[in-house]
């Protein structure tokens, strides 16, 4: 980890791209374990979206990868509000310890707020998805039992 690390820029790289790992990839290199694990786990709730667009909603593997990229888009809205809210001092500590100090600005302000605001739509329609998803599908299985039922009586 070398070089001079803007906050502004990982804010922003954590809100637009968290989900493939970017910002992970500029503060620790293309060696960090975890920005890929992010990006494969946005590669698979994509995969999600894929069966959801081609085969419908009700494709079980749609309903279940589909909330995984939900849930990785709002963790890198997260890792953004993290990283935008991390005091200066603190933030040139961690990743300027002795290079330039870096002082957030509005463009900072704005990625903090848009992370907030759209990382949490996001999270709120993953678990809205998903629980609908779930509870159709409990639903819908439990149905035939109900009419064999009403059948025997």
Do not use: C
């Not at 085969?55 to 079980?60: A, L």
């Amino acid at each position: 980890m070398t070089g001079y690390k803007s906050k502004t820029l990982a804010t922003w790289l954590a809100f637009l791209g968290g989900g493939f790992g970017l910002h992970r990839f500029y503060l620790y290199g293309f060696k960090d374990a975890w920005g890929w694990v992010w990006a494969v786990v946005t590669l698979v709730g994509l995969q999600g979206l894929r069966l959801h667009l081609t085969q419908g909603q009700d494709h079980h593997g749609a309903w279940l990868l589909l909330p995984v990229l939900g849930f990785s888009l709002s963790a890198g809205a997260l890792a953004a509000l993290v990283y935008g809210l991390m005091p200066d001092d603190k933030w040139n500590a961690r990743f300027n310890p002795a290079g330039p100090e870096h002082h957030a600005g509005w463009l900072t302000v704005f990625g903090i707020v848009l992370s907030l605001l759209v990382g949490a739509g996001i999270l709120m329609s993953a678990i809205a998805f998903s629980a609908q998803r779930y509870f159709e599908y409990d639903a819908e299985s439990s149905e035939p039992q109900a009419n064999s039922e009403r059948l025997s009586q």
